[in-house]
Nanobody
Framework: VQLQASGGGLVQAGDSLTLSCAAS????????LGWFRQGPGEERVFVAG???????HYADSVYGRFTISRDNAKNTVSLQMSGLKPEDTAVYYC??????????????????WGRGTLVTVSS
């Protein structure tokens, strides 16, 4: 699976932004998918994920503000972000696990990564 994230940019606090991740490969529908982010000088952390059955999970920091969704027909996974805060500033990455694995919060469980897209939220 090859992944390509897009949609980052510079926004103001309170704005909304949607990130998209396009994937190649015929097994997309059976991969659990995650969005991670890495702020300046910080570790890469889990933001949101959707498993291959469609169940979702969110980090506490984004719960209620971010929504992850997948479209298996289009091989895409999106992250809708609203109520953005300066602390959401980071490089965002989409990632996929190997087929049929349960959704993991640890980045080490993910085998496929896209290039990040930068989100900058100004105050």
């Amino acid at each position: 699976v090859q992944l390509q994230a897009s949609g980052g940019g510079l926004v103001q606090a309170g704005d909304s932004l949607t990130l998209s991740c396009a994937a190649s490969g015929r097994t997309f529908s059976v991969h659990s998918l995650g969005w991670f982010r890495q702020g300046p000088g910080e570790e890469r952390v889990f933001v949101a994920g959707v498993d291959w059955t469609g169940s979702t999970h969110y980090a506490d920091s984004v719960y209620g503000r971010f929504t992850i969704s997948r479209d298996n027909a289009k091989n895409t996974v999106s992250l809708q972000m609203s109520g953005l805060k300066p602390e959401d500033t980071a490089v965002y990455y989409c990632a996929a696990e190997s087929p049929y694995r349960i959704l993991a919060l640890d980045s080490r469980a993910y085998d496929y990564w896209g290039r990040g897209t930068l989100v900058t939220v100004s105050s």
